[in-house]
């Protein structure tokens, strides 16, 4: 049995699991798992990750979930180059430091972004209204203040010279709003210089590829969602934002 990943590409994590094994020439099955579907809800992918979330790792019979305890494993068991999680202490204390403060930051504003801009308006009916969305981006602008200033500072990357974890995470997590339609590189030059970095760094091609999904997102419509999970998609929702 080889390695399998249990990935939906609309989902951040995911797309960085899975630019990662493919710019590391990592094999591995890739497993679709439609989240609009419910599929992540059937009994046979509750074998693999019983918490029902995507991304899920199966390797054998050892299954694995929560993203950068995936993308960990595999740095170490394909022994991917050192500069992905390196083994200078320091550096890699950068790159804990950074993946341990995105989920309640980047991660949760982009994804606020995200669900207000996109899904909500499409399940609910509702556009969002200028002053929401106005809330929104002031809460993301915060954490891209905190991100240029505290991590990216003035290095090429989070870490130093070289690409990391840490800036392939943050940068699909960025592609989020982005995709909802909020451009916020366009005023951001050095924002916009590191994307470009690191989408050199993992290869243009395929950083295109795995955002292809999530940047055609605004053709959406609620007819896409398994209609048994409409309403609680949305009832999710309304409790999110």
């Excluded at 990935?7 to 497993?31: G, H, M, T, V, W």
């Excluded at 995936?70 to 320091?90: A, C």
Aim: with cysteine.
């Amino acid at each position: 049995m080889g390695l399998e990943l249990y990935l939906d590409l609309l989902s951040q994590p995911c797309r960085a699991l899975y630019i990662f094994a493919r710019s590391n020439n990592i094999p591995f099955e890739f497993k679709r798992v439609q989240l609009m579907k419910g599929q992540h809800k059937t009994e046979e992918f509750r074998k693999v990750n019983i918490l029902m979330k995507v991304p899920a790792l199966k390797d054998g019979s050892f299954t694995l979930a929560e993203s950068i305890a995936i993308l960990l494993y595999l740095t170490q068991k394909f022994k991917t180059p050192d500069h992905w999680y390196p083994s200078d202490l320091q550096k890699r204390a950068r790159v804990d430091e950074y993946l341990s403060w995105q989920h309640a930051n980047i991660r949760a504003k982009g994804s606020k972004m995200f669900l207000s801009k996109v899904l909500l308006p499409v399940l609910t009916g509702q556009p969002l209204s200028a002053e929401k969305l106005e809330f929104l981006i002031e809460d993301l602008n915060v954490v891209l203040k905190q991100f240029e200033e505290k991590f990216l500072q003035d290095k090429p990357f989070i870490a130093g010279s070289e690409i990391s974890l840490a800036d392939l995470v943050a940068l699909v997590e960025l592609m989020q709003p982005v995709g909802a339609g909020y451009n916020l590189f366009e005023e951001r030059p050095k924002l916009a210089e590191w994307r470009r970095r690191v989408e050199e760094a993992v290869g243009k091609e395929l950083f295109q590829e795995a955002h292809e999904g999530i940047m055609n997102i605004k053709n959406l419509t609620a007819d896409q969602f398994a209609p048994e999970l409409l309403e609680s998609f949305k009832q999710q929702l309304l409790k999110q934002v």
